[in-house]
Nanobody, 124 residues
Framework: QGQLVESGGGLVPPGGSLRLSCAAS????????IGWFRQAPGKEREGVAC????????YYEDSIEARFTVSRDDAKDTVWLQMNGLQPEDTATYYC?????????????????WGRGTQVTVSS
């Protein structure tokens, strides 16, 4: 059975950086667009970025595009999210999925692969 596993989260001060990884197992990552999402406490899960290939990227907020970079290596079945200039408002659990969108359609949780998330906390 296929799965996605996120890693790389942690606690960083404002202005810090983290590199999140999304590793696939049990299926071929290269056949899927991969989305990064985040969910802060009390808020809906929102899209951060989508990568179809390294030349086809989407960022869902201008502030994210200015600071985050998504990339992939299909030979390694891995997608990364490089996050620079982190701010407290970036604090959330970050998820990857074989789904892209600014918001999450409910059917995606049944039809697509989702990881369990990695916590990112930005605090001094």
């Amino acid at each position: 059975q296929g799965q996605l596993v996120e890693s790389g989260g942690g606690l960083v001060p404002p202005g810090g950086s983290l590199r999140l990884s999304c590793a696939a197992s049990g299926f071929t990552l290269g056949t899927h667009a991969i989305g990064w999402f985040r969910q802060a406490p009390g808020k809906e899960r929102e899209g951060v970025a989508c990568i179809i290939n390294n030349d086809s990227l989407t960022y869902y907020e201008d502030s994210i595009e200015a600071r985050f970079t998504v990339s992939r290596d299909d030979a390694k079945d891995t997608v990364w999210l490089q996050m620079n200039g982190l701010q407290p408002e970036d604090t959330a659990t970050y998820y990857c999925a074989t789904y892209c969108g600014r918001r999450v359609a409910a059917h995606s949780y049944k039809l697509d692969y989702w990881g369990r998330g990695t916590q990112v906390t930005v605090s001094s």
